[in-house]
């Protein structure tokens, strides 16, 4: 990926609280914050179960068509 698509989604991730970046005026570091990713999860959570259970359903009436 080149460098200004990179710096473009650092950016991005920045601005949306995921990651933070200490200024230091030689490079840029960046370090992954949980706490938003922590929140993510909580709410993905939900359709994870969601999601399961539809994909046993699934399995159920595929075996019934063998």
């Known amino acids: 990926m080149p460098q200004p698509t990179v710096s473009k989604h650092l950016r991005v991730l920045r601005e949306a609280g995921f990651v933070e970046s200490p200024v230091d005026p030689q490079r840029r570091l960046y370090r992954l914050k949980p706490e938003p990713l922590q929140e993510v ?17 699934l399995l159920v009436t595929l075996s019934a068509l063998k």
């Open 41 to 57: 999860d909580a709410w993905l959570a939900h359709y994870r179960t969601r999601r399961g259970f539809h994909l046993r359903r």
